[in-house]
């Protein structure tokens, strides 16, 4: 397995779990001593465990060739960040295809766990034939875990698409996933591409899509929560990311709708309903400002609460997340930013003071943003927030809390889409 991030982690220890034997090989020394030390370097619930039972089977290198010796699988789950031009960077997915040694024995497969896009397998093929490794297979297996149930995910699989030039390889991969129920796709590699950069990118479109009409909730007076509720009851939509909030982020949905965007215009072909979902998502972000604008006026020097800095719950994970940005557009109104998360400490978010605890991030506050949704924040509305806040403004971004029960502990609320439970604007 290259690559000890939350793909390669996650996808070596389950597999290990299901009793193959495991190497995983990261190049940065740090993660790789801390694991082989017993300590797991991400916030993954279960992860721990499964590390733990499988320590036998499991083992942990900087060495390429302590990890490809006598594999019969060469895992990439290494990262594909997107760059400038809102292209996929493959750089670390090559630098393991040139890692190979040319002296590798058998026929190990290739199998691209890292969301790459479309014709990046037959570029892969295409390579490893110019080093006369034409005797290593190559199957595209798209990961579609997702941060927080990562395990679980791998565990009851939705599906496992598995895209390959040569069925036998196919098959191969397949038997691998022996003792895990899930439906199995077999397609071409382009197509098994494709799946992992459609579904990511139909999952951020429904995002932005009830995000927006969370936004026309508020200007006619209706509550994106029970329109979400109505509309997710049609077994044609079904009821999941119907969630209006303050928009989406993390390592995947950003930068696979950008890879797929710039994918399709890289062919000539302008995909504007994705330029939408981006541009949506961006404004999305930016309205909390607007909000706490308009029950406190200019930002100057007043003191915001930021509730939650991961991109989600359950995980620690800070790429890309919404907090960033509404940090950074609160810092330049000139507000004083705080923050709290129970397990991203982020060391990079320059001029903002984080919090051991909530009600160290509240004390004096004029205004609390929930930002990511928590457990540990269903009961902000509290009676100690309330006398700790200097202005007991909540901004809930998640729509988390209960906005009858917010107002009735003296808080004054503001949803994502709720304007019947909006407390009137009041000056401070
Ligand atoms: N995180 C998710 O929820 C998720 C879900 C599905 C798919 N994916 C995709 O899986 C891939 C990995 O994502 P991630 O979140 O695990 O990334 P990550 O950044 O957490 O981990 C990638 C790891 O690869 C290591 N690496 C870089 N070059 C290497 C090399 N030559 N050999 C070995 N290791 C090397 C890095 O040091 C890092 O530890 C990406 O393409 C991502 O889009 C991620």
Redesign the pocket.
């Known amino acids: 397995?290259?690559?000890?991030?939350?793909?390669?982690?996650?996808t070596g220890a389950c597999f290990a779990d299901l009793g193959h034997e495991v190497v995983i090989?990261?190049?940065?020394p740090e993660?790789i001593e801390r694991l082989v030390a017993g300590e797991v370097?991400?916030y993954e619930p279960g992860l721990d465990e499964v590390i733990e039972r499988n320590r036998d089977r499991l083992r942990f290198t900087l060495d390429?060739h302590e990890?490809v010796d006598g594999a019969e699988f060469l895992y990439?789950?290494?990262?594909?960040?997107p760059t400038e031009s809102g292209d996929?960077d493959l750089?670390?997915?090559w630098?393991?295809v040139d890692?190979l040694p040319e002296d590798v024995p058998g026929r190990p497969i290739v199998v691209m766990?890292?969301?790459?896009p479309v014709g990046t397998g037959a570029h892969v093929r295409a390579r490893l034939d110019a080093r006369g490794l034409s005797h290593v297979g190559y199957v595209s297996n798209?990961?579609?875990?997702?941060?927080g149930s990562?395990v679980a995910d791998f565990t009851r699989p939705d599906r496992i698409v598995v895209g390959a030039f040569d069925q036998e390889d196919a098959e191969r991969v397949v038997g691998l996933h022996h003792g895990i129920e899930g439906e199995v796709v077999h397609t071409d590699v382009p197509s098994a591409e494709l799946v992992?950069l459609a579904a990511?990118a139909f999952l951020s479109t429904r995002i932005s899509f009830i995000n927006e009409i969370a936004n026309v909730c508020e200007l006619v007076g209706a509550d994106v929560v029970d329109v979400a509720r109505g509309v997710g009851l049609d077994h044609r939509l079904g009821p999941h990311f119907l969630r209006a909030g303050i928009g989406f982020g993390?390592?995947?949905f950003p930068?696979?709708v950008s890879a797929l965007k710039q994918l399709a215009g890289n062919e000539g072909y302008p995909f504007m309903l994705l330029h939408a979902v981006w541009e949506v998502n961006e404004l999305q972000k930016r309205r909390v400002v607007q909000k706490l604008q308009k029950h406190l006026g200019p930002l100057r020097g007043k003191k915001i609460a930021l509730l939650g800095l991961a991109f989600k719950p359950n995980?620690d994970?800070m790429?890309e997340a919404p907090s960033r940005v509404i940090a950074y557009r609160l810092l330049s109104e000139g507000a004083e930013v705080r923050a709290w998360d129970p397990v991203a400490h982020p060391s990079d978010l320059v001029g903002i003071d984080l919090c051991e605890t909530v009600l160290e991030a509240v004390r004096d506050a004029d205004a609390a943003v929930i930002v990511t949704e928590w457990p540990e924040l269903a009961s902000l509305a509290s009676a100690d927030v309330r006398e700790a806040m200097a202005n007991p403004l909540i901004v809930d971004g998640r729509n988390l809390l209960d906005p009858e029960a917010a107002q009735a502990a003296g808080f004054t609320y503001e949803g994502i889409g709720r304007p019947r439970h909006a407390s009137p604007v009041v000056a401070v």
């Open positions: 397995m290259f690559g000890a991030g939350y793909v390669g982690l996650v090989r990261d190049i940065v993660r370097p991400i390429v990890a990439v789950a290494v990262g594909t960040p996929a750089a670390a997915v630098a393991v890692e766990k890292s969301t790459v798209p990961e579609f875990l997702a941060e990562a992992k990511n993390g390592s995947c930068k696979d995980t994970d790429r």
